[in-house]
């Protein structure tokens, strides 16, 4: 019996597509798909894009703590550029807490949140508190699903983040002002 041909293979899903279904300004591959991020270049516009997509960290310093405002993408790429813009703050001296606003924060994958668990593990080696402000409902889910929303102290501003007195992690160890546990020489 005669072999009938065979179909031409078919091409690896993180080939790009031919050239006339490619869009401008849209990077292809198996996580940046149309539509995986909260933002697209076409939706957005170009300039706002780039904006949303470049990491930065801007630090203020308040009479009540310091303020790191996060701003587009912390990622594997960008969690190093974190950990510059911080090492200055936590080398001072004081117990003031330290606040990031993530009100820019575009995009945080696993890299991200494993910064700042750095963050928080070396701001706890000093007594001091780290609360977030303002965090992307995105960002909140992996929080919620790994666990993280009952380690870290989120506020839904800076200025309830500042005021937070004694109710953040780096206080009394506990996160939005639940009960902490009894230590032996402390009594209810």
Same mark, same amino acid.
């Given at each position: 019996?005669?072999?009938?041909?065979?179909?031409?293979?078919?091409?690896?899903?993180?080939?790009?597509?031919?050239?006339?279904?490619?869009?401008?300004?849209?990077?292809? &591959?198996?996580?940046? #798909?149309?539509?995986?991020?909260?933002?697209?270049?076409? +939706? +957005? &516009?170009?300039?706002?894009?780039?904006?949303?997509?470049? !990491?930065?960290?801007?630090?203020?310093?308040?009479?009540?703590?310091?303020?790191?405002? *996060?701003?587009?993408?912390?990622?594997?790429?960008?969690?190093?550029?974190?950990?510059?813009?911080?090492?200055?703050? *936590?080398?001072?001296?004081?117990?003031?807490? @330290? @606040?990031?606003?993530?009100?820019?924060?575009? !995009?945080?994958?696993?890299?991200?949140?494993?910064?700042?668990?750095? *963050?928080?593990?070396?701001?706890?080696?000093?007594?001091?508190?780290?609360?977030?402000?303002? @965090?992307?409902?995105?960002?909140?889910?992996?929080?919620?699903?790994? &666990? *993280?929303?009952?380690?870290?102290?989120?506020?839904?501003? @800076?200025?309830?983040?500042?005021? #937070?007195?004694?109710?953040?992690?780096? #206080?009394?160890?506990?996160?939005?002002?639940?009960?902490?546990?009894?230590?032996? &020489?402390?009594? #209810?």
């Amino acid at each position: 019996m005669p072999r009938t041909p065979r179909a031409a293979p078919r091409p690896h899903r993180s080939d790009p597509p031919p050239s006339s279904r490619r869009t401008r300004g849209h990077l292809w &591959g198996p996580f940046t #798909a149309r539509g995986s991020r909260p933002y697209d270049v076409e +939706v +957005v &516009g170009e300039a706002e894009w780039r904006q949303l997509t470049v !990491f930065s960290v801007d630090v203020r310093t308040h009479a009540r703590g310091v303020v790191f405002t *996060l701003r587009g993408e912390l990622d594997f790429d960008s969690v190093v550029q974190l950990h510059e813009a911080t090492a200055e703050e *936590l080398g001072r001296a004081g117990k003031s807490p @330290v @606040v990031a606003d993530c009100a820019g924060l575009a !995009f945080c994958d696993s890299s991200g949140i494993g910064g700042l668990l750095r *963050l928080y593990q070396r701001l706890s080696a000093q007594d001091r508190a780290l609360r977030l402000a303002a @965090v992307p409902a995105s960002v909140a889910r992996l929080f919620a699903l790994t &666990g *993280l929303d009952q380690l870290f102290s989120v506020h839904p501003d @800076v200025d309830h983040a500042l005021g #937070a007195g004694t109710d953040g992690p780096g #206080a009394d160890g506990v996160a939005d002002g639940r009960e902490a546990p009894l230590d032996e &020489g402390r009594s #209810a």
